[in-house]
């Protein structure tokens, strides 16, 4: 199977950044998706922003022009760039890796980590 391990999180000022990190460590594995979702406390989770192994990415509304993902050549990790943090970025971010274990469809997610922008 697929094992993911996010780093990053932490506590900083509004208009402060962040960078989060994923990687996806296994065997048998190919990535078609990777990216990160949100959930704040009483909401549900909701896109931040995915990458494709053909490099094609897609942003939440709130996020771009913000975020920036970015990802390895070879699919396994992930990075999202957190700039002009807001105290509404405030969540919970899931690290997600969609694709194949060698025939079955894959789809995980990782347990998260927390950012905290206080204002």
């Known amino acids: 199977q697929v094992q993911l391990m996010e780093s990053g999180g932490g506590s900083v000022q509004a208009g402060g950044s962040l960078r989060l990190s994923c990687e996806a460590s296994?065997?048998?594995?190919?990535?078609?998706?990777i990216g990160w979702y949100r959930q704040a406390s009483g909401k549900q989770r909701e896109l931040v922003a995915t990458?494709?192994?053909?490099?094609?990415?897609n942003y939440g509304d709130s996020v771009n022009g913000r975020f920036t993902i970015s990802r390895d050549y070879d699919m396994n990790r992930v990075y999202l760039l957190m700039n002009s943090l807001k105290s509404e970025d405030t969540a919970v971010y899931y690290c997600?890796?969609?694709?194949?274990?060698?025939?079955?469809?894959?789809?995980?997610w990782g347990q998260g980590t927390l950012v905290t922008v206080s204002s």
């Open positions: 296994g065997s048998g594995f190919r990535l078609t998706a």
């Open positions: 997600n890796v969609r694709g194949y274990h060698y025939t079955d469809a894959l789809d995980v």
């Open positions: 990458v494709t192994s053909g490099g094609s990415t």
